[in-house]
T-cell receptor
């Protein structure tokens, strides 16, 4: 069965420094992978998705993620953090076997002034 | 832009009550989902539906049921609310076309059972 692990429950960065949020997955199939962001008291918003095209995926708000099959990773990065990036981020893998989306437990990003 | 609207942002109910959470999407999506979100547990799938009057159990269906009488509306029902159902509930929709399609989420309903 597919699974997804977000390696850090909390990440703190200073404004203007790079962001790295880590996600590892396991999949028996060629997976589709997504990153979502959730601001306080809001629903989840899609940042980007990987669906077997280019391995480097660009998303909204300057975020990007690289699919590395050999490492089974799909880490989210941004070159320069902004205060508005403070939120919770979810990595999601699709499970072709059960026809479901599998969510990681989330990484809360804090941006320090 | 896709809009998924959940009828209540905050809801307080009593133990044993029958509770209805409503979700409407405006983009003619075939698939609709109900999740609950709890700290440290991420999102867990309660039920999903891929067509009108169709439903499938998710990972934690116990104590819940759903109704999809119209394509745009997907209702979650707590048959007899209990305190362990206090949670944030999120509705989502997606187009038919496999799991490479992203989901679109509502803003959630924060439900408290007293």
């Amino acid at each position: 069965a597919q699974s997804v692990t977000q390696l850090d429950s909390h990440v703190s960065v200073s404004e203007g420094t790079p962001v790295l949020l880590r996600c590892n997955y396991s999949s028996s199939y060629s997976p589709s992978l997504f990153w979502y962001v959730q601001h306080p008291n809001k629903g989840l918003q899609l940042l980007l998705k990987y669906t077997s095209a280019a391995t480097l995926v660009k998303g909204i708000n300057g975020f990007e993620a690289e699919f590395k099959k050999s490492e089974t990773s799909f880490h989210l990065t941004k070159p320069s953090a902004h205060m508005s990036d403070a939120a919770e981020y979810f990595c999601v893998v699709s499970d072709q076997g059960t026809y479901k989306y599998i969510f990681g437990t989330g990484t809360r990003l804090k941006v320090l002034a | 832009d896709v809009k998924v609207t959940q009828s209540s942002r905050y809801l307080v109910k009593r133990t044993g009550e029958k509770v209805f959470l409503e979700c409407v999407q405006d983009m003619d999506h075939e698939n609709m989902f109900w999740y609950r979100q709890d700290p440290g547990l991420g999102l867990r799938l309660i039920y999903f539906s891929y067509d009108v009057k169709m439903k499938e159990k998710g990972d934690i269906p116990e104590g819940y049921s759903v109704s999809r009488e119209k394509k745009e509306r997907f209702s979650l029902i707590l048959e007899s609310a209990s305190t362990n159902q206090t949670s944030m509930y999120l509705c989502a929709s997606s187009i038919l076309g496999g799991l490479n399609q992203p989901q679109h989420f509502g803003d959630g309903t924060r439900l408290s059972i007293l």
